[in-house]
Every structure is written in structure tokens, then in C-alpha cells.
């Protein structure tokens, strides 16, 4: 039985009272004031309301775990504290912003407080915490098969007291936002190194820098996920001074690795909460809609798939906090099957579950009256982010393999 802190018990009631009282009833204004604007990245009025509640209510920056707590105003969460408020927060897709729990800037925050240099720190941490700016993370090449992170082709070279960045990135998260004003790029400062694992750094290019040019925004299945979007980028002669540098030349795959384990878990937790949601308005539905003389509720082929769901997302949850708790005892590095385990699981588990619940909703289900189609949009584009499928299946295959193969 997995038991959680008294500190995220509190958190938890407190965030289901702030989602009942402030994210549910403001769900149409939110997506209102994306769509009728003129720039559809452009920054919601109502999200720096949310957040400015969300702040008074003490409900900001819940993802730092206790080792960095160093930087925020609470003691830290461990993995297993923090998922049932990832959860939670995933059961509406734009409100982990409004905390500042939001992908990809978890992720990043915790790159600068982990390997940035107190400078860094102050010019982009500082600002990151407090929710004044966003940022993105650009590793996904278009010409390359990202999944293998040492394909990645994009250059760059020292030039005196100087960097040099040539290539190109796609589908990174959060550069379309208006408000995004850091790019932390992971390319090839040495290419030539026998060691594949040491031809990569990350350097910082602010937004607006010379040469950055953000060619357009794409989309997943259709939607643009504005206003943070995910956008094409092309790095013609980008000139950054040598500070700019993460950890330090050669570094940059070690820094992807140490942020992606926390990352994909977020993930995970949050596609729960989407499922989870999605469950629920369909037994919703199924008492409120009738067909051939019965409510949609007395038909087995409904209450199988409403009983199948409720299974898979359990399962799917209990697999979470046991990754979590592994994540809290050995850190992601010895916890690498179950994250990969729950990687792959977990948005094909949502899939399959929210697709479920939107043939109950008949052909409402496929609009934007309800929440389904964008989550199933949001898990499907999960089985890409962060490594495919494939990969993590090969990874966790050998590992498991090697684990109980005879000497």
C-alpha cells in the first residue's frame, strides 16, 4: 500500500478544492480566449488570474522534489507525493500552467537547478519559478531519428569567446508561446568524439537572438496546442557567448538523460488524471442517453467497456506509484525499467480508454464540447515525446532479459 505524506495529502485536498472552485468553471472562458484571439499564442487574461490564485492558495511549483526544495518555498515533494496532484492537475489538459507545474518547464527548471551556474540561475531560474516567463526545450531534429538522441545533427562550434549554432529543430513544445524567452538547444560540439555519448552539449539561446528563426508551428493530429504550440526552428549562424554552455562541453547527453527520467513520469500522471476524467463523463452519459428502449447504462457491451476501463486505469496507476516509490528510493537511473514500463503503458492504457469514452458520447464525443479528443490527441503524441515506444521497448527487453537469462 503506498502512503502518502502528510504534506501531499494537504496539497491533494486543497488542489481538488482549487480545481472544483476556480479550473473547471473557467475551462470555457480558458479555451475562449485562445481561440478568439488574434494571435492564438498569445497569453490567456485568465491564466494570470489562475495563477495569481493559485499562488495565494500556496499551490505553486508542487513538482520540486526535496533536494531542490533549496529553490522554492515548501520542503519538496518526492515522486510518489507529487502524483496524485499530477493526476489531478492532467484531468484538465491547460491547467498545470496555472501551478506552474506545466511541461516543458518542469523539465527545464529543473536543468538550471541541477546544472546551471549561479548566473544562470538568476537570469532564468529566478524568473521561471515565479511564472514570469516560459521556455522550451530543442532537441527533436526533422532530418534525424530523434529517439536515438545521438543522431542529433545540429552544430555547435566554439568561436572564440562565442558558440555557433547551425541546424534544425522541430515539434518543440512551448516555442510558439508568446511568453517563452529561453531555448535550452542540445546539438554536436564534437562529432568526431569515439565516445557517442560525449559529441553533445546544451548551450541557452534566448528567444530573439540573431539567426533564431521560428519557421512555423505544427500540429499533432490537428490540434496546435496553442498558445504554447510546438514549433519548427531553424539555427542560421546563432552567435551565444560561451557562458550560454550547460555543465560544460561534451555534458549535453548526461543533461538530457537526468531531465527526461522525471519528465515522462509527469507525463504519465498527468494522462491518468485525462483517463480517469474521461471515465467519469462517461458513466455520466451512459445514465442520461437512452437506444432500443434501455439506458445506454443497462447495455453489456457498455458496462464491459466502462468495467475494462476502470481496470486498465488502475492497474496503470498502481504501476505509476511503484515507479514513483522506486524513482524516491534509487533515483531514475535504477528505476529505468519500471519508468520505461510505464512510458509505454501508460498512453497506450489512456488510448485506448478515452477513445472508450468518446464512442460513448457518439459524434460530440470527437468535438471540443468535451474533453476527449484533445487528451486522446495529448496521449498519443506521449508515444512519441521522450522517446518512442520502440526504444524504450528495446531498452527495457534487454535489461529484463539480462536480468533473468542463465549466466
Known sequence: MFEFSKASLAFQDELRAFMDAHIYPNDETYRRQ??????????????????????????WNMFVPPKLAEHVDHDGLSNLDYAPLAELMGRVIWCPEVFNCNAPDTGNMEV???????????????PLLAGDIRSAYAMTEPQVASSDATNIELSIRRDGDEYVLNGNKWFISGAMYERCAIFIVMG???????????????VLVPKGTPGLEIIRPLTTLGYDDAPMGHAQLRFDDVRVPAENILLGEGRGFEIAQGRLGPGRIHHCMRLIGAAQRSLELACERVTQRSTFGRKLSEHQSVREDIAKSFSEIEM??????????????????????????SKVSVPIMAQTVIDRCMQMHGAGGLTEDYPMAEAYNYARWCRQADGSDQVHLMALGKQVIRRYAAD
Open 34 to 59: 485562445v481561440d478568439s484571439a488574434e494571435d492564438r499564442f498569445a497569453y490567456p487574461p485568465i491564466m494570470d488570474e489562475l495563477k495569481a490564485k493559485a499562488r495565494e492558495a500556496g499551490l
Open 316 to 341: 496503470m496507476r498502481l504501476l505509476v506509484l511503484k515507479t514513483c516509490q522506486r524513482m524516491d528510493e534509487v533515483g531514475a537511473k535504477g528505476a529505468m525499467d519500471l519508468i520505461a514500463a
Open 188 to 202: 554536436k560540439s564534437d562529432p568526431d568524439n569515439e565516445n557517442r555519448h560525449k559529441q553533445q552539449s546544451q
Open 112 to 126: 538550471f537547478m541541477k546544472y546551471g551556474t549561479p548566473e544562470q540561475q538568476a537570469q532564468w531560474l529566478t
